[in-house]
């Protein structure tokens, strides 16, 4: 039996216990649990846990698992466009990450290794929005010369987290900056940044480090490939200039400016838009938008409009038709464009 169809609606809070520490703040924002051990949140999510069936599943206000929603009515959800493209899959999770400890040194397999080593069809391309940090703090992304894979599986062996993070490029961030992180590529992100992230529909990390985490790397740190075929899935040479022109973008966060976050490397993946100012439209298709301000209201085509208050977290399907923000300041994500 199908269900209705789809509806905006605020999402409740989805933040789960984590192998490192965080998490007041986005309890704080949406109204969840908090720390000390909760430092992500998925958003919107159809993604499980790596290895896990439910953990990870977002649920809509009823208490039904979205995912099972999209598989009841996917046309209604997603869009016929977007279902001849890529099938029911959302094509996107968005997260809020919270850590009060540095991440780990890491990465992720692209999309071609998760299909020929894990049979999946995404890898873990990912970007982050710097929504605060710390002043003069730092994210690291990508060596900063060419590496071997056995001067990595040294250090990995040896759990020398100092020689990985001394090998990484270090960028300062603040407010209002995004980055974009290609599979493959090695990143870290120093504590107290708070990031909304966005990323190809999956939960695979490889981890370089985990001492001073509450995981066990040896046995679950390489996607039970073990890492001599794990790192086969690392990126050894830095990035070039011209790359690191395109992963690095501004916008505005305290300002009245709407714009595109991403450059046009980041398209093939997802997209995101930070709204801000009196009326910003956007044509029909699935979304999830994430309040920053006090107010607002969300009027669609074929749907009652939703008021905001700040930290709301709204569901967007496809059959709500177009959307116009007023008064609003946040960030809408959306899968690539079919």
């Known amino acids: 039996m199908s269900n209705p169809i789809a509806k905006p609606s605020k999402l409740p809070s989805n933040q789960f216990d984590h192998f490192y520490k965080g998490g007041d703040r986005i309890g ?54 977007h279902l001849k493209k890529y099938g029911s899959s959302t094509e996107i999770l968005v997260k809020l990450l919270d850590p009060d400890q ?39 992304i990508g060596f900063k010369k060419d590496m071997k894979k056995f001067e990595i599986s040294e250090l990995v062996a040896s759990h020398d987290s100092q020689g990985l993070l001394d090998a990484l490029v270090f960028k300062e961030v603040k407010a209002g900056d995004a980055v974009f992180v290609p599979a493959g590529v090695v990143h870290a992100i120093e504590a107290g940044i708070f990031v909304l992230e966005l990323q190809e529909p999956t939960d695979l990390s490889i981890l370089l480090e985990w001492d001073g985490f509450a995981v066990d790397g040896d046995k679950d740190g390489h996607l039970d490939l073990g890492f001599d075929t794990a790192l086969d899935a690392l990126r050894l040479t830095p990035l070039s200039i011209n790359e690191e022109s ?16 991403f450059n046009q490397i980041a398209d093939p993946f997802f997209r995101a838009d930070f709204i801000a100012g009196y009326q910003n439209e956007f044509e029909a298709g699935f979304g999830i938008y994430l309040n920053l301000s006090s107010d607002g209201v969300i009027q669609f085509e074929n749907s009652d409009e939703i008021s905001l208050q700040r930290g709301d977290a709204v569901l967007i399907p496809y059959s709500a038709g177009a959307s116009r923000f007023k008064n609003c300041t946040g960030i809408l994500a959306r899968p690539p464009a079919a």
Request: cysteine-free.
């Open 246 to 261: 395109e992963i690095l973008t501004k916008f505005e966060i305290k300002g009245k400016t709407s714009k595109k976050i």
């Open 28 to 81: 704080q924002l949406r109204k969840g649990p908090g720390g000390p051990m909760r430092p992500e949140e998925w958003i919107g999510s159809t993604t499980t846990r790596f290895g896990q069936s439910l953990n990870g599943l977002s649920k809509v206000e009823g208490g039904q698992l979205l995912k099972d929603l999209i598989d009841q009515d996917p046309v209604s959800w997603l869009g016929e466009k």
């Open 102 to 140: 540095r991440l780990p040194v890491h990465y992720h397999p692209d999309q071609k290794f998760a299909k020929e080593k894990l049979h999946l069809n995404h890898g873990k391309t990912e970007a982050w929005i710097i929504l605060e940090a710390p002043v003069g703090a730092k994210v690291g």
